[in-house]
């Protein structure tokens, strides 16, 4: 089993950014930047840094990085299971574990995003209850991304409304948008994957 724990002391906040910023530096160059600039909000909990752990043992397996936009509204920043630890679904397992806290403590809406050719990613979004709503274009890195959400308490909200007002680029799609998209990017990271992994067997 998986849990999920909120990053508590200076030095388990530190030790986590220096992990992130290590892992995503060399893809998002502006991440240390972005760390230093908001880290006023890792003080004041807007932003967290949660451990992924092993139930068992409490070794360490990874981080999820979230910002509460709001009481009732989070946004996971960050998803990210040491390489070591990858394809044993425990990224499943920590994503399923961080909606039920959330829950817990009221949280109505999730929100993340993630780059369109990700099909890892989106593929963990559908596995975890999230609905693909939207494209959101970021300035920094110039490209689109998928936004999906997750209705916790299946509440009446119209949330592509919520998501233009959280990510400035966003723009909502119905159910043929996303499925055009889908199938643009079909060919995406774990499509690749998977024909490696076949390529092995074969020699």
């Known amino acids: 089993m998986i849990k999920v724990n ?18 995503f530096i060399e893809e998002y160059p502006y991440y240390s930047t972005w760390i230093a600039k908001n880290m006023h909000q890792f003080h004041s909990g ?5 451990k992924v752990l092993d139930n068992q043992s409490s070794q360490l397996l990874g981080y999820i990085m979230i910002h509460f936009n709001s009481k009732n509204i989070v946004k996971i920043n960050g998803i ?17 574990n961080l909606c039920e806290l959330l829950k817990q403590v009221n949280v109505d ?7 369109l050719d990700n099909n890892a990613v989106v593929h963990l979004f559908d596995k975890t209850g999230f609905k693909l709503i939207g494209t959101n274009y970021h300035d920094v890195e110039q490209r689109n991304n998928w936004v999906a959400c997750r209705n916790l308490n299946n509440i009446i909200i119209d949330e592509q409304n919520i998501a233009a007002q ?14 055009n998209l889908r199938v643009q990017h079909k060919t995406g990271n774990l499509v690749l994957r998977k024909v490696k992994k076949e390529d092995k067997k074969e020699n």
């Open 46 to 50: 807007e932003k967290q840094i949660l």
């Open 80 to 96: 990210y299971i040491f390489e070591e630890n990858k394809g044993k679904g425990i990224a499943t397992q920590a994503l399923t």
């Open 166 to 179: 959280i990510y400035d680029g966003f723009t909502a799609l119905d159910g043929e948008g996303v499925l």
């Open 109 to 115: 809406l999730i929100f993340v995003q993630t780059r």
């Open 6 to 23: 909120r990053i508590e002391t200076d030095d388990e906040l530190k030790a986590g950014i220096e992990s992130l910023t290590s892992i």
